[in-house]
């Protein structure tokens, strides 16, 4: 159930005349400048038009937790926050719940190819259709709104980039294991299941960055501060990948735009290419040890 009723007690309110579309953008636009309110529409989205959706309920958890980061640093604040994430938060949820519409039988059609994907989850919840339908809303709003994007500060456009290819990463480690680890694909699936609450290695950037909006330092703090897991993951393991992966993400999507968010294996989402050092290889052993143990596809270190 969505709201305060049920996709019957839509129906029946609008005598059928009211379109999916029309009922989705209804329900986020009450939430749109209360965080708190987001989150549970979101949770909402996953019981179905009846609240009885058992087989989609464990892909919740990486939708949650990928939105209760952003709560937890401010970014939905209707004030204070970021105008570029609460737009993109906001094209997962509407999206999201013009699925559950049309799964009610209001009437469509999909306003959207991205609700589309969504549709196709909600028929058949697998991780791979669960990824295709999220990270098919991000990359349309990423696309869609990059002059917001361009408004923000350094660190923070860094940070999209980032966000962005971990999600098409987590995605590909489920439906193109070989590209996402090479000669370790039997392991891909189990790490990129959003069932399983794997992805929150790959989407939580929270022991890089504060629980504040906007960051107030500049990037290479930021590139200082993350040692360890994330360091190993961005550049030993996802950065060799990154042509292939967009590649194969832009075709998965069937969104061919994607690709001027990369320029010669390098990261370009609101990022000029002549700033491109930040996506050079650290001094680091363990990011030379994983391009050894894990080299990019064709063999690119």
């Known amino acids: 159930m969505i709201g305060e009723e049920s996709i019957d007690g839509v129906c029946d309110s609008a005598g059928m005349t009211e379109t999916s579309a029309a009922w989705a953008e209804q329900r986020v636009a009450a939430v749109r400048d209360d965080p708190a309110a987001r989150l549970a529409l979101m949770r909402r989205c996953y019981d179905g038009p009846y609240g009885n959706a058992p087989r989609h309920l464990p892909f919740r958890r990486a939708a949650m937790s990928f939105m209760k980061w952003q709560l937890r640093r401010g970014l939905l604040r209707p004030a204070s926050g970021s105008p570029w994430w609460r737009t993109v938060n906001e094209r997962i949820l509407r999206d999201g719940c013009e699925a559950v519409a049309l799964s009610g039988n209001v009437p469509g059609p999909a ?3 991205t609700v589309e994907f969504w549709t196709s989850f909600a028929r058949q919840p697998t991780a791979r259709s669960w990824y295709r339908a999220h990270n098919g809303s991000v990359v349309a709003a990423y696309l869609e709104h990059r002059d917001l994007a361009e408004a923000e500060n350094a660190a ?3 940070f999209m980039n980032v966000v962005l290819c971990r999600v098409l ?3 590909a480690l489920v439906a193109a294991p070989r590209i996402a680890l090479g000669w370790l694909r039997p392991l891909a699936p189990l790490l990129g299941d959003p069932r399983l609450g794997m992805t929150g290695i790959f989407l939580q950037l929270s022991r890089v960055l504060p629980d504040e909006y906007p960051l107030r330092d500049d ?3 930021y590139l200082r501060a993350e ?3 994330g360091r190993v993951l ?6 060799p990948r990154l042509a292939r992966l967009y590649a194969w993400s832009a075709a998965e999507l069937d969104t061919p735009d994607l690709l001027t968010c990369i320029r010669d294996g390098f990261l370009t989402y609101a990022w000029a290419y002549e700033d491109r050092g930040v996506w050079q290889m650290p001094k680091s052993f363990m990011v030379r040890a994983a391009r050894r143990v894990l080299p990019g596809p064709g063999g690119e270190r």
């Open 156 to 158: 923070e456009r860094f």
């Open 234 to 239: 961005d550049y030993g393991v996802i950065t």
């Open 169 to 171: 990463y987590a995605h």
């Open 111 to 113: 306003s959207s190819r």
């Open 227 to 229: 040692l360890g897991f």
């Open 219 to 221: 990037v290479a703090t």
